[in-house]
């Protein structure tokens, strides 16, 4: 395997459903992300981790919760989603420059595409 | 006013034509200027990444940017069947915590291009 990837690649849930997004990363980078892509909305940041630690949470519902055991795996539970939660998920992760001069290229997965009933 | 703003298109051109893509913006702390392409099912994948204003060439795409203007633009010249995608437009700026950047994205805009 190589780059991002993510499973499964597409999930229909019901309201009461507890369900994870699995998202691995094989490039040694040491940041992921999560994104949520909705139709005619830009990405929307939900969460980032540098070195496993959560630096950032974009104000994401409680019912979304990450977990990083380590620097190239990266989860995303779901619990009590809501219609409008449907969406394509999408994984990244980039090398963060520690010194400047990094651009934060992020590389991609193919998305978890999300169906709430 | 929103960060970034990208028309969503459709956009809709011949083989072979020019096709001109556009985003503009409204925060001066942006450093890095970004094209993203994305293939339907498919994440988006770096196309191309400017630091300063000025034309940035890679083979059959340039990008163009101009801070003074707050404006950020993608050529694509002799477009291909094979360029039909959804590009989006990506400003980085580094967040508060100053140990990431933080990508703000456009909303896309759909090229087709037809055979």
């Known amino acids: 395997e190589t780059g991002v990837t993510q499973t499964p690649r597409h999930l229909v849930m019901g309201m009461t459903n507890k369900k994870s997004l699995k998202c691995e990363q094989h490039?040694?980078?040491?940041?992921m992300y999560w994104y949520k892509q909705s139709a005619k909305k830009p990405l929307e940041l939900m969460f980032v981790y540098n070195f496993k630690e959560q630096t950032e949470n974009n104000s994401v519902p409680s019912r979304f919760s990450p977990e990083c055991p380590n620097s190239s795996h990266l989860f995303l539970h779901l619990h009590t989603l809501q219609p409008e939660d449907s969406a394509l998920y999408l994984c990244?992760?980039?090398?963060?420059?520690?010194?400047?001069?990094?651009?934060?290229?992020?590389?991609f997965g193919p998305g978890t595409r999300l169906t709430v009933l | 006013q929103k960060e970034v703003e990208q028309d969503p298109g459709p956009l809709s051109v011949p083989e072979g034509a020019i096709v001109s893509l556009n985003c503009t913006y409204s925060n001066s702390a942006f450093q890095y200027f970004m094209w993203y392409r994305q293939y339907s099912r498919k994440g988006p994948e770096l196309l191309m990444y400017?630091?300063?204003?000025g034309n940035k060439e890679d083979g059959r795409f340039t990008a163009q940017v101009d801070k003074s203007s707050k404006y950020i633009s993608l050529f694509i010249r002799d477009s291909q069947p094979s360029d039909s995608a959804t590009y989006l437009c990506a400003m980085s700026e580094r967040n508060s915590g100053g140990s990431n950047y933080k990508l703000t994205f456009g909303k896309g805009t759909l090229l087709t291009v037809n055979p």
């Open positions: 400017t630091y300063s204003s």
């Open positions: 490039l040694g980078h040491n940041a």
């Open positions: 990244a992760s980039s090398q963060d420059g520690q010194a400047g001069g990094s651009t934060n290229e992020q590389f």
